[in-house]
């Protein structure tokens, strides 16, 4: 099975150095019209709009981590104290003298708050770029979905239409039947009828084909549907059997979902430690330049130390939440481990039941409703059968070559959503 990675997207910007206008690029080419599963796959990864709105998170999450490096500002702090303002100071009311003073101070980060602030933010990232990650696995199984849809719908548009020109043949039988006066008139009209009907199963046929290809095209990010677009390929179809336990362990060490909350168990543990950080109390150290003058003139330097009483306030009621966030995690870590148990349970039933249909109706069911078509269709042109029971065979036929339509997209779908499920598609 074809790997598939994130690609991120680089843009570049230039400038005219003599305008300052921007330059445009070159147009990109344009998208091919035929695509295969793997071509498709990839041009949603690289252009699907859900997934270009995700891929921001990344770059949230990097903007996080500059914040959590950050060391929190000095504050500078100026004052002029004793301003003559009314001209009353003196010497029998000792006022003044004026003085003015700058004062700098620095907060000293206790227990290693920074680097739990950037340990937190880190794991955060590595959280996201799982779960981008794993919305690309469901993406992936979404297109595949989509581009069997299409095969299916070119199938069975295919059917339509040789139904539509066998029963045309019979109607120029009968109509040449109705000439040399060996078939009633009102059997030429009960077969025309009948060939309006196969027309409109036909379009009804390529309509479904047009929606099929206009959402899968919605989901390869093209925002405007190509009319000439056509998918190429068969439909998929392993050989060798799936074994439900393996598909079970490699879940369970593959899947981006449940690999994305392991990693923010991490996260849980190192905000833990970060609110445990944030119980300690930090420093706060100052210098003031002091200046008097007018009837006196003296310099000072001054130091201050400040530290604030944990009295209250130890950061109990975060502590408690970090803590009870990271039992949470773990409760959702079990569920989740359950709940792929069970998908991997059902997608190999599905798969299972699929297989089997699918080779019941190859070997049973579809040679005998073409053989019984066929036989009372030239019955039918030598006069041996009714027209209804030629359209009975007929329905019959049309049904067998459905169901095979249908088992053949639903075991190539059950075998896309057991890669997806075992995390193959993304690794």
């Known amino acids: 099975m074809k790997r598939f990675q994130v690609i991120s997207c680089l843009s570049f910007l230039c400038f005219s150095s003599l305008t300052a206008r921007s330059v445009c690029a070159q147009p990109a080419p344009a998208p091919p019209d035929r695509v295969t599963i793997e071509q498709a796959v990839q041009e949603a990864v690289d252009h699907n709009l859900n997934l270009l709105a995700e891929r921001y998170n990344l770059s949230i999450a990097d903007a996080k981590i500059i914040t959590a490096r950050l060391r929190p500002n000095p504050v500078f702090s100026a004052a002029l104290d004793y301003i003559d303002l009314l001209n009353r100071f003196n010497g029998d009311n000792q006022g003044g003298p004026t003085e003015y003073n700058f004062r700098t101070d620095f907060v000293l980060e206790r227990g290693a708050k920074r680097e739990r602030r950037v340990e937190v933010a880190q794991t955060t990232r590595e ?11 469901n993406l992936a199984l979404d297109v595949q979905s ?5 095969l299916q719908a070119k199938d069975n548009l295919t059917l339509a239409r040789e139904n539509l020109q066998a029963f045309r043949g019979i109607v120029d039988v009968n109509a040449t039947r109705v000439r040399a006066g060996d078939l009633a008139k009102v059997e030429l009209v009960r077969t025309q009828v009948a060939a309006l009907q196969f027309q409109s199963a036909v379009r009804q046929a390529e309509s479904k084909l047009k929606i099929a290809g206009n959402k899968l095209q919605s989901l390869m990010g093209r925002r ?55 119980a300690k109390v930090d420093f706060t150290v100052g210098a003031e330049f002091h200046r008097q003058f007018h009837n006196g003139s003296a310099s000072a330097l001054g130091l201050f130390f400040s530290a604030p009483l944990p009295v209250y306030n130890k950061n109990q009621g975060e502590i408690e939440r970090a803590r009870q966030e990271q039992e949470q995690i773990l409760a959702r870590i079990r569920a989740a481990e359950a709940d792929v148990q069970n998908e991997v349970r059902n997608a190999w039933v599905q798969y299972a039941t699929s297989r089997e249909l699918l080779e019941s109706i190859e070997h049973d069911l579809l040679d005998q409703a073409r053989e019984v078509r066929t036989t009372m269709e030239y019955s039918y042109r030598r006069g041996e059968a009714s027209l209804v029971e030629f359209l009975d065979a007929q329905r019959a036929f049309n049904d067998a ?4 339509n249908d088992a053949r997209a639903d075991f190539a779908r059950s075998l896309y959503t057991i890669d997806s499920i075992s995390g193959k598609v993304v690794r």
């Open 127 to 137: 959280v996201a770029q799982l779960q981008l990650l794993n919305t690309t696995r």
């Open 146 to 150: 989509a581009f069997i849809d299409v």
């Open 224 to 278: 405007v549907p190509s009319p000439t677009f056509d998918v190429v390929g068969a439909l998929r179809r392993d050989s060798e059997p799936v074994v439900m336990e393996t598909v079970a362990t490699q879940a369970l060490e593959l899947r981006p979902d449940l690999a994305a909350l392991r990693k923010d168990q991490a996260r849980s543990l190192a905000e833990v430690r970060s609110q445990l950080a944030q």
């Open 401 to 404: 070559r459905q169901s095979y």
